[in-house]
């Protein structure tokens, strides 16, 4: 099993920034593709940033140029720097894992709310 800790959620103004971290525990060899994902109220979980074993990032179109993934190895933590916030920005943060044998990890989540 992978177990995931999501920290770094709160409430910030528009246009400001914060800084996700999702720690990685467990058999963190079974990692295929770790990623961010959000759910706002009433809508359907969307992936905004992934990083596939040995590839680059990838990002979502609505994120481009204002949401940034990274990874530290050592730390075994993923990252989201997310820039220029917008109040539709506002809602529950996700990391989650594809690993190797097809299932699939989440973490609990984090808060983020932008206020206009």
């Known amino acids: 099993q992978v177990q995931l800790v999501e920290s770094g959620g709160g409430l910030v103004q528009a246009g400001g920034s914060l800084r996700l971290s999702c720690t990685a525990s467990?058999?963190?060899?079974?990692?295929?593709?770790i990623g961010w994902y959000r759910q706002a109220p009433g809508k359907q979980r969307e992936l905004l940033a992934s990083?596939?074993?040995?590839?680059?990032?990838k990002s979502a179109d609505s994120v481009k140029g204002r949401f940034t993934i990274s990874r530290d190895n050592v730390k075994n933590t993923v990252y989201l720097q997310m820039n220029s916030l917008k109040s539709e920005d506002t809602a529950v943060y996700y990391c989650?894992?594809?690993?190797?044998?097809?299932?699939?990890?989440w973490g609990k989540g984090t808060l983020v709310t932008v206020s206009s």
């Open positions: 990083i596939p074993s040995g590839s680059t990032t």
């Open positions: 467990g058999n963190i060899f079974n990692i295929n593709t």
């Open positions: 989650g894992v594809d690993a190797y044998h097809g299932i699939k990890y």
